[in-house]
């Protein structure tokens, strides 16, 4: 994910929203490996739930503009190649080149 953030920046926003981890788990993470795009703890999942519903972590969603999903990725990417696909495919494919 912070390659592709990275790699798209700015024509695609990332976030991330943590459901799964205490506050110290996650500082602790995030000092360890710093993300080029911004984290929130969502320890309900209310966020998470409000955008989709999902069966696992992770969850990758896409939107729209409008904030509107578009697709939902459940579960790791095999790779960043398919990451990078869903990205050029989900959030790419409307934009100008």
Do not use: C, I, W
Not at 48 to 67: C, E, I, N, Q
């Amino acid at each position: 994910m912070a390659a592709a953030a990275k790699r798209y920046a700015p024509r695609v926003a990332f976030l991330g929203l943590d459901v799964n981890d205490g506050d110290d788990s996650a500082r602790s993470f995030l000092v360890q490996h710093p993300l080029p795009y911004p984290t929130y703890a969502d320890p309900h999942a209310a966020a998470a739930r409000s955008l989709a519903s999902f069966v696992g972590l992770p969850t990758t969603v896409f939107l729209d503009a409008g904030g509107r999903v578009q697709f939902v990725h459940a579960g790791e990417y095999a790779d960043a190649a398919s990451l990078v696909d869903d990205v050029q495919r989900h959030a790419l494919a409307d934009a100008d080149p």
